[in-house]
C-alpha cells in the first residue's frame, strides 16, 4: 500500500539525470524493496561531448503544475498510482522542474500539491550545490536553452546581466525555496541534501536501498570558456528551437575535444560577490538547520 509519494527535485548540475537513469535501469530490483519508479517520459538532452541521451523524467509535473487546473496533475498521479504492486509503499517521482520552475506554479496547480500531500507523505528531497559553481552552471544552462517566454533563456547575457533577472536570482534563494515548499507540503516535507558528487549512492542510501553498481554514470560537465564565449555568438543569431538545440549540441563536441584548452569558465570578482551575496544567507541557513556545508571544496 502506497504510504510515502518522494519528489525529487534536482537542482541542476547535481547527478540528476545520473540518478533517474539508474532509477529506471533498476526499476525492477527498486521495486523488490517496495519503491516504485513509475514510467516516464523520454526527454532528450544534450551531454558535455555532444553525443546526447534522454532522461526517463516525470516532466508531466511541471506541466500539470503550471496550468491553471488540477486535473491534469490528479490524472497523472493516478495512472503513477495504478503502477503500484501490493507490496508498494513508496512512489519517486523526478524531474528537476520541480525547483526550475517552481516560482511558475500556478495556484491551482499548488492546492493540488496541497491536496496530495494530506492523502500521503509527501516529501521533496533537493541537492544544492556550493553558490558560486552552482551559478556558473546555471548560468550557461540558461545561454544552452531555446528562447522562450522566460527572459533569460537563449540570450546573449553576461553574468551580471543574468543577476539583474528577478527569475533568475530567485533560484540562488534556496531557503526560500525550502520555505515555501514547506508552506505547500507541510513541516518537515523537504529534505535538503549538499551534493557531494556521489547523488546515486546517497539517494540510494537515504530511500533504504541496497548499493547497485552505477559507476557507468558520470556528471554533465559544464562547458568551459570557449563554449560560453560561442554560444554568446548563437544568441545573437534569430535560431529556431530545432536550429539551436542542433547548434548546442555542436558546441558541446567542440568544447568536449578542446578539453582544458577550453578552460574553465569564471567569473569576475564583483560577479561573484553578488552571487554570495545572494545566496550567503541561504548557505548559513542550511548550515545552521540542516547541518549542510556548501563550501567551495564540494564537487
Known sequence: MVERIILHAGTPKTGTTSLQIALERHRAQIA?????????????????????????????????LVAHSG????????????EASPSTHTVVLSTEGLFNHWWDFSEEG?????ALSRTY????WVWFREPIRFFI????QMLKNPP???ACYGRDWSPDKMLDDPWFVRHLDYKGFIEEVTETLGEGSVRPYAYRGATVADF??????PALNTSELRENVTLGGFGVQVLRHLNKLSLDFDAKIAAVNIVNRLDAELGMASQPFQIDPSTRARVLAFCGPSVEWLRREYGLELS???P
Do not use: I
Request: hydrophobic share 35%.
Open 32 to 64: 523488490c524493496h517496495g519503491l516504485l519508479y513509475p514510467p516516464t517520459m523520454a526527454t532528450a538532452y544534450s551531454t558535455s561531448d555532444g553525443r546526447g541521451g534522454v532522461k526517463p523524467k516525470h516532466q508531466w509535473l511541471v506541466s500539470d
Open 71 to 82: 486535473g491534469g496533475l490528479r490524472d497523472h498521479m493516478a495512472a503513477a498510482l495504478a
Open 110 to 114: 499548488r492546492r493540488e500539491l496541497s
Open 121 to 124: 507523505k509527501v516529501e521533496l
Open 137 to 140: 552552471s546555471n548560468y550557461v
Open 148 to 150: 522562450t517566454e522566460v
Open 204 to 209: 540510494f542510501a537515504a530511500a533504504g536501498l
Open 296 to 298: 567551495e571544496d564540494s
